[in-house]
């Protein structure tokens, strides 16, 4: 499996941007996430699509202002960014795998595949 991650760029405080994430399988029994890692910091959970459509996961920080989407036609699972705050500013991976539980969606561990990863940068 491999998964193209694209349309990071610079945008100001307060603009929008939408990540992409094409995977070279159909990935209707995928569930897809979106992790980032800021400069000097730990790998963290950013959103996530369940396999089975049963509803999206976001982290506290990004809830209202983050919107994940897959199109399974496209075999594509996108991340629409909005209201974006400097502290947003990481390099932001797309991750999937089959099999993923509720319970550990939100962890890298439950995540065999992995984008190369799309750079983000917010200036205030």
């Known amino acids: 499996v491999q998964l193209q991650a694209s349309g990071g760029g610079l945008v100001q405080a307060g603009g929008s941007l939408r990540l992409s994430c094409t995977a070279s399988?159909?990935?209707?029994?995928?569930?897809m996430g979106w992790f980032r890692q800021a400069p000097g910091k730990e790998r963290e959970f950013v959103a996530a699509y369940k396999w089975s459509n049963s509803g999206a996961y976001y982290a506290d920080s990004v809830k209202g202002r983050f919107t994940i989407s897959r199109d399974n036609a496209k075999n594509t699972v996108y991340l629409q960014m909005h209201n974006l705050k400097p502290e947003d500013t990481a390099v932001y991976y797309c991750?999937?795998?089959?099999?993923?539980?509720?319970?550990?969606?939100?962890?890298?561990?439950?995540?065999?595949?992995w984008g190369q990863g799309t750079l983000v940068t917010v200036s205030s």
């Open positions: 991750a999937a795998d089959t099999g993923v539980i509720s319970s550990t969606i939100r962890y890298e561990s439950a995540y065999n595949y």
């Open positions: 399988v159909r990935i209707s029994r995928y569930s």
